[in-house]
Nanobody, 122 residues
Framework: QVQLVESGGGLVQAGGSLRLSCAAS????????MGWFRQAPGKERESVAA????????QYTDSAKGRFTISRDNAKKTVYLQMNSLKPEDTAVYYC???????????????WGQGTQVTVSS
């Protein structure tokens, strides 16, 4: 089992950057694919990016491509989401999740964190 805790959210102006972190506990972290997801007020949770257990395979939604970078450090049991050129529409609660395969599908993830708020002002 894996417990996940996100951090790094906050308030930033449009065009700015944030780096989110997701710290995991549990001995099997390195065997899980990890994903970042977000949920804006009144909207469904949506995928952002995913990374394989080795870090060698990454996937991004169209809205994240070119602006966001997902990475992981298995020794630190942490996955990151570097977000650049932020837009007001990126405002949401961001969640990390752990699953068995690298995918952008929410249903394939078994463990979820509590989320961290990202607010981008115009």
């Amino acid at each position: 089992q894996v417990q996940l805790v996100e951090s790094g959210g906050g308030l930033v102006q449009a065009g700015g950057s944030l780096r989110l972190s997701c710290a995991a506990s549990g001995r099997t972290f390195r065997s899980y694919a990890m994903g970042w997801f977000r949920q804006a007020p009144g909207k469904e949770r949506e995928s952002v990016a995913a990374i394989s257990w080795s870090g060698g395979n990454t996937q991004y939604t169209d809205s994240a491509k070119g602006r966001f970078t997902i990475s992981r450090d298995n020794a630190k049991k942490t996955v990151y989401l570097q977000m650049n050129s932020l837009k007001p529409e990126d405002t949401a609660v961001y969640y990390c999740a752990a699953g068995g395969i690298v995918t952008l599908l929410l249903r394939d993830y078994d463990y979820w964190g509590q989320g961290t708020q990202v607010t981008v002002s115009s």
